[in-house]
């Protein structure tokens, strides 16, 4: 097995680092598995082929990001001496895919991940290769053992979240290009907003209403708008004319991109999208958005957005609140 000296572990034994869900659950959850390789003393692999965007048995993460830190996951396919034995032989599967074949009634149930995945209180298994794969992340579960590991005590699981970030999220220079070509002629400060209007709505109104005070308060500010929604562009330039978006493929009805992506004339131009979307929101002064979506919590981290600069319209939502809690501590 190969790897970057910088995360590579023992030199026999890995930790596949699997995804399910969209690309800001995804990033995420390997923030929490790229962590665990290095309290584990394990080489991480981030196997992202699910079949999102690009054809199943392909690997989107490389197609993003700067893989050169990883070796071929693909090596580990016929691997057997794995944990758990759910993967035993079966490495180039998928939570999804495993999930559908012995686990058919808990696609939706929570804690399906504990059966899937390397436990992350107990001491590591004995087994040559291992599983991570959580739909979200999962660094709180793991606060006591990184609170006395070397490489990451005394530091908040934000800046945590941070670094992994910088390490092993470096876009591809592509969409680093794409990015800069935003921001090329811009003057004065920049309002990022971001809306998930398909499969989980925010509050359109509120986003407006943020918009509309934050203007009238920086009225030389610039507005970046992320959406997956035709109709939530639509109601934003209505409004707000002269907003920035760039140009991609948008949902007319409540399927979520990452869903829909088998149906775009070019899936992987899609996933760019994504990022660029992603990664220009983490470029803007202050942010809009709902904490209920990962990307555009994945945005502020990325971009260290302070919350103090951040307007979130789910901020005061009890159902949110304690949905974040019980996610990242089961």
């Not at 995945?117 to 290769?129: E, G």
């Not at 929604?229 to 330039?237: M, P």
């Not at 660029?276 to 983490?282: G, K, S, T, V, Y």
């Amino acid at each position: 097995m190969t790897g970057n000296a910088d995360i590579e572990g023992h030199p026999t034994k890995a930790l596949a680092i699997k995804a399910k869900g969209g690309l800001g659950n995804r990033m995420l959850s390997a923030i929490t598995g790229l962590v665990l390789a290095r309290l584990n003393n394990r080489t991480a692999y981030i196997d992202w082929r699910d079949g999102m965007y690009v054809p199943a048995g392909e690997n989107l993460y490389p197609m993003l990001f700067d893989a050169d830190w990883m070796g071929d996951v693909g090596q580990l396919d016929d691997c057997t001496d794995v944990w758990p034995a759910v993967w035993s032989g079966r490495m180039a599967l998928h939570p999804t895919d495993v999930i559908h074949r012995e686990y058919p009634a808990h696609h939706k149930n929570p804690f399906i991940y504990r059966k899937l995945s390397i436990d992350l209180l107990r001491p590591d298994p004995p087994q040559d290769v291992a599983v991570f794969w959580s739909y979200l992340p999962k660094l709180e579960r793991i606060r006591r053992r990184i609170a006395t590991h070397p490489d990451f005590a005394g530091r908040s699981s934000a800046q945590i979240t941070r670094e992994m970030l910088d390490r092993f999220f470096v876009p591809r220079p592509e969409i680093t290009g794409a990015v800069d070509q935003l921001f090329l002629n811009l003057d004065g400060p920049t309002i990022g907003v971001h809306i998930r209007f398909t499969d989980r709505k925010v509050p359109l109104h509120k986003i407006v209403k943020r918009i509309g005070a934050l203007k009238d308060a920086l009225p030389a500010a610039n507005i970046f708008l992320a959406t997956d929604s035709k109709e939530a562009q639509d109601t934003i330039l209505d409004r707000f004319p002269h907003t920035l978006s760039i140009q991609k493929t948008l949902a007319d009805n409540d399927a979520a991109l990452h869903v829909a992506s088998n149906k775009f004339t070019d899936p992987l131009g899609e996933a760019r999208n994504a990022v660029i979307d992603m990664m220009a929101l983490a470029r803007c002064d202050c942010l809009i958005h709902s904490s209920h979506s990962t990307f555009s919590c994945t945005a502020a981290l990325a971009g260290r957005i302070p919350r103090s600069r951040q307007i979130d319209v789910d901020r005061f939502n009890p159902k949110v609140a304690i949905k974040h809690f019980l996610q990242a501590r089961t």
